[in-house]
C-alpha cells in the first residue's frame, strides 16, 4: 500500500498551557486526495491544521503528546518555513491578501518563498492564471477592492505558487455566496485530479464538502467523532442530521 502523505498520530494541542483544543486526532491523508475535516465552529478544526502547518506556535498552541508526519518524516516540532520548503503550504480563514498589493503582487509573495528563477516564477503564475482566469483580468487591480470570492481566489492561488504537495485549505466557503463557492471548490477539485496537488480542508459546509472530497472526519469537541469515505458518510443516516447537516432519509 502507498505510504500515506500526511499523518497524524493522537494529536494533543493545549493552547496558554491550559486550554485543550484537540486530543487524540488520528487521521491520513493519501497522495493525490482531498480529505475534508467536518464540524461545527470551535470544534478544533482551524487548530488541526494549525498544528500540522506550524502556525499553532504563532498563537500560544503546542503540540504536547503524539506525532504528525509528512513524507514519512517527522514534523510535529518543525516551523512552518521548513515545511513550505518541503511542499506544505496553509491557506488561512479568512482570505488574508494584502490589501495594498496588486493581485498579481499578492501571487508572487507565494512564489519568492522558495527562491526559484524569474523564468520559473513566471510559468508558475501562467500556470495560476489558467486555473483562475478571472485573477488574470484584475492582475492590476489591487486585492483589497477584489470581492471576496476573488480575494478567496488570490488565496489560494499564492498558496499554490510555492508548487506545494499537500495544501491546507482552512474554510474557504466561509461568507460566500453558493455560486462562488461551487465555482472554488471545481478550481481544487480540477487541481487535483490535473495537478495531483492534495488537500486537507476544514469547512462547515458539510455538503460542498461531502460532494468533492475523497475521505472525511467528523471532528466535535476536539476529538473524532466519525470517519470514512464521503460516500460512506452520507449514507450513514445517524450523522446526517447531527453532524453533516443533512436531512435524514
Given amino acids: 500500500m502507498t505510504a500515506p502523505l500526511l ?12 486550554i485543550l483544543a484537540v486530543r487524540n486526532i488520528s ?10 475535516l467536518l464540524g461545527a465552529n470551535g470544534a478544533g478544526k482551524s487548530t488541526t491544521l494549525k498544528a500540522i502547518s506550524g502556525l499553532a506556535n504563532a498563537e500560544r498552541g503546542e503540540v504536547v503528546d503524539g506525532r504528525i508526519y509528512y513524507l514519512n518524516r517527522d514534523i510535529t516540532s518543525a516551523t512552518p518555513d521548513s515545511l513550505v520548503e518541503l511542499g506544505l503550504v496553509q491557506v488561512l480563514e479568512g482570505r488574508h491578501c494584502f490589501a ?41 487591480n489591487q486585492a483589497g477592492y477584489t470581492s471576496g470570492g476573488e480575494q478567496q481566489m488570490v488565496a489560494i492561488g499564492r498558496a499554490l505558487m510555492a508548487e506545494p504537495k499537500l495544501v491546507l485549505l482552512d474554510e474557504p466557503s466561509m461568507g460566500l455566496a453558493p455560486l462562488v463557492v461551487e465555482e472554488i471548490f471545481e478550481i481544487v477539485h480540477t487541481l487535483n485530479r490535473q495537478q495531483g496537488v492534495s488537500f486537507l480542508l476544514a469547512e462547515q459546509n458539510a455538503s460542498i464538502a461531502l460532494k468533492y ?12 467523532a466519525a470517519e470514512g469515505t464521503t460516500a460512506d458518510l452520507k449514507n450513514r443516516s445517524d450523522l446526517q442530521a447531527l ?7
Fill in 27 to 36: 487521521l491520513k491523508v493519501a497522495p493525490g486526495s482531498i480529505v475534508a
Fill in 100 to 140: 495594498h498589493l496588486s493581485v498579481e503582487e499578492n501571487l508572487l509573495t507565494g512564489g519568492y518563498v522558495r527562491h526559484r528563477s524569474h523564468a520559473r516564477l513566471n510559468e508558475s503564475l501562467e500556470k495560476i492564471y489558467h486555473y483562475f482566469p478571472r485573477l488574470k483580468l484584475l492582475r492590476r
Fill in 7 to 18: 499523518q497524524l498520530d493522537n494529536i494533543e494541542v493545549i493552547y496558554d498551557k491550559v
Fill in 243 to 249: 453532524y453533516l447537516g443533512l436531512e435524514a432519509a
Fill in 213 to 224: 472530497a475523497d475521505v472525511g472526519y467528523i471532528i466535535e469537541s476536539g476529538r473524532v
